[in-house]
């Protein structure tokens, strides 16, 4: 499941929300700006970038990275990444952070020596979403990001816990919307095949009407998508899997059939398959001039 558009959602909304996570806390952190931002002249695209007040002192500038599944070469792109846009823009930051988050360690790529020199500074910070707690003890931007993460039996318990204490602890109607508007859409993504209402029902929001948004549909669309492209894996991965016995089997078959005296397609009719696939069978095998 790609998280990219909720992360994406989330930090455009509360971009305070990622210094609740790490270790670096800037006076205004309310007031930086989340955007995705290209680096010119390269083909790389950073997909989080908070950019600091245009009078804030110092200006720090931090860089995020979501990552939900196994990439062996994310810290090669997101520190080469990262450095190419400090060097473009010299002028307009002091100094930099990094965080990045994954939902548990499995995730973390295997070389952590090769980029050690940030790593293992005060500068990058990795945090593993399974080991900051529990749900109900964390801030409510944190507890959405946990959310994630849940599975589908937990999720919708975790879900009303989270919209009853948004209920609890803010009388700002907007702010409850968009946190209820999130819950939902995490939903979506976990129950692609469910329609808004059911999943409204689901999350016992029934008489509560919720605006269709853009980003809704955006992310109803993709989670739709990304069910599809795992069907079609699974499928690809069955179907090579049974050409791969039925490639044994032949392996094994021919040569005793081609003993017999039977020619190549005598053998793929008397079994059903192509004559190409028992001559590539048979291509260890010794086969006398008559029986070809």
């Known amino acids: ?50 950019l600091p007040p245009e009078d804030a002192k110092p200006r720090v500038v931090l860089f995020a990275e979501a990552q939900f ?72 931007g944190l507890s959405l990001m946990q959310l994630t993460i849940a599975n589908k039996r937990s999720m919708a318990k975790q879900a009303k816990e989270l919209m009853e204490r948004v209920e609890l602890e803010s009388a700002n109607a907007l702010y409850k919307t968009q946190i209820i508007d999130i819950i939902t859409t995490i939903a979506v993504y976990k129950f692609p095949t469910l329609s808004r209402k059911e999943v409204e029902a689901m999350l016992g929001l029934t008489g509560i009407t919720l605006e269709q948004t853009r980003f809704y549909q955006e992310v109803k669309a993709e989670a739709r998508a990304e069910m599809l492209i795992e069907q079609q894996k699974r499928e690809a991965e069955l179907l090579l899997q049974q050409q791969k016995r039925e490639a044994e089997l032949l392996k094994a078959t021919v040569p005793l059939l081609l003993n017999t005296g039977m020619t190549v397609e005598q053998i793929a009719q008397q079994l059903n398959v192509d004559p190409e696939a028992v001559r590539l069978a048979a291509q260890d095998h010794t086969v006398n001039p008559g029986q070809q």
């Open 1 to 50: 499941m790609k998280r990219d558009s909720i992360y994406y959602q989330l930090f455009q909304r509360f971009p305070q929300l990622i210094f609740e996570l790490t270790d670096y806390r800037p006076a205004r952190a309310s007031d930086y700006r989340f955007e995705s931002v290209e680096v010119k002249e390269t083909s790389f695209r950073i997909d989080g970038v908070f």
């Open 69 to 140: 599944q196994r990439d062996e070469g994310l810290y090669h792109r997101l520190f080469t990444e990262s450095m190419i846009y400090l060097n473009r823009n010299q002028s307009q930051y002091d100094d930099w952070y990094c965080v990045v988050i994954f939902p548990s360690r499995r995730l973390e790529p295997k070389d952590t020596r090769t980029h050690r020199i940030f790593l293992n500074s005060d500068q990058v910070q990795r945090i593993y979403l399974n080991e900051l707690g529990s749900a109900d003890t964390l801030p409510m």
